[in-house]
């Protein structure tokens, strides 16, 4: 079963609040959900990989984190979707781990997880270091402008952006890229 690993917050909920710290501020993107279950319909799997330092500064507590991801798994199955695994970084940066993205770390694990060989794994998030993450790992990056990245455009995108790395609007236009990138 082919897979696909997704950043959380800015590509499946708003990220307009410094962090996501109780179930309510977790608000999907209009039409993200759908993108999942699009991607579920055709087969795929869907994987979530997500730093939340805010574990690590002590703003919210791993039961919160759960309510969280309750909510999000709520809201996707309302629509037919499901996200297969979260794997989540609670580290700050100071912690000096691994799995902080844009470090490879989590979609490694993600990668040894659920036996993929991840050059064949796109991975879809809205900031540089997800992207550096995903190239660094050996996935195919895919960068969304939408949330931390809705300011650029195809040509005015962000510095540092790994090479090889295809843009899409949003969630909805991965997913078409992903089921059918002859026709995008």
Known sequence: MPLVVLDRDGTLNVDDLAFITSAEDWIPIPGALEAVAK??????????????????????DVATLNDVHKKMHK?????????????????TLSDGCECRKPLPGLI?????????????????????RHMQAAYAAGGQPHLLLVGKSAQYTRDNLPPDLPPNTTV??????FADYVLNPSKV
């Not at 991607?39 to 919210?60: D, H, I, M, P």
């Not at 809201?75 to 580290?91: E, T």
């Not at 899409?168 to 236009?173: I, K, N, Q, T, W």
């Open 39 to 60: 991607l579920n319909e055709a087969g795929w799997r869907v994987v979530v990989a997500t730093n939340q330092s805010g574990l690590g500064r002590g703003l919210f």
């Open 75 to 91: 809201l996707l199955a309302s629509v037919g979707a499901r996200v297969d695994a979260v794997f989540f970084c609670p580290h």
């Open 108 to 128: 490694t694990r993600i990668g040894e997880r659920f036996g993929a060989q991840l050059s064949k794994v796109p991975v879809a998030g809205n900031t540089v």
């Open 168 to 173: 899409h609007s949003d969630l909805h236009a």
